[in-house]
């Protein structure tokens, strides 16, 4: 249930990032809690992902409510992103997110913090939210996105479970970078820019300083 849409979701971040991680969201994903490790169970929230390291192998499982995979079956963002499924779109998109971070730099042998992870979710959501509307009126830029992505959300205190500050911290440097990434997008929009792309996969790949150094460089420490 709802393996399609998370297929979509996730060849969309793949292809924008270029990624090749050997292995599939699918494969890895869990919507029945019962199936968790005992101790993940009693989580809160309809998405997280759950790493271990059995024998220095990396483990992980993602887990999505199922009523949100539901929903993005009925009404898919592929086809056509609105007020309707777009909670539920960013919902599915942070744990994809989470999965293709965590696998890139498990493939290359480098760590990656919660801070890294939260960070790349949001600039994830922003940038593939652009491309899904993209696809539906290629000429308009969606001016209240960053908006609607980084000033109206609210961290939630029982998800957060003492780490407001990181989450905030995560989601301000992503505004700073969505912020100086727009005028490009707004030039593709027009035709007039494609090396957005490969900058946005270069910051990909930098380490979690590196990605922190490009963002005070580009906006201005």
């Known amino acids: 249930m709802g393996a399609r849409a998370i297929e979509r979701l996730e060849a969309l971040l793949t292809a924008i990032y270029d990624l090749d991680i050997g292995c599939r969201v699918e494969d890895f994903l869990v919507t029945d809690r019962g199936l968790l490790p005992g101790e993940c169970r009693g989580e809160p929230g309809d998405e997280q992902l759950f790493v271990t390291a059995v024998d220095d192998e990396l483990c992980m499982s993602l887990y999505l409510d199922p009523a949100v995979l ?34 890139h730099n498990a493939g290359h042998d480098r760590p990656v913090s919660r801070f890294a992870l939260e960070m790349q979710a949001e600039i994830d ?17 969606p001016t209240e996105l960053h908006a609607l992505l980084f000033r109206r959300c609210r961290v939630d205190p029982a998800l957060a479970r003492g780490r407001e500050s990181l989450y905030r911290r995560a989601s301000r440097q992503a505004a700073r970078f969505c912020a100086r990434l727009e005028p490009r997008l707004r030039a593709l929009c027009r035709r007039e820019d494609g090396a957005w792309l490969a900058d946005l996969r270069r910051f990909y790949r930098l380490s979690d300083f590196g990605k922190l150094r490009h963002i005070d460089v580009a906006c201005g420490a």
């Open 125 to 141: 959501k922003y940038v593939a939210s652009f491309a899904l509307l993209r696809q539906a009126e290629p000429r308009r830029f």
């Open 70 to 103: 539901e929903r993005l079956e009925r009404n898919a963002p592929s086809d056509r992103l609105d007020q309707d499924n777009l909670a539920d779109c960013w919902t599915a998109l942070e744990g994809v997110s989470h999965f293709l971070c965590v696998a």
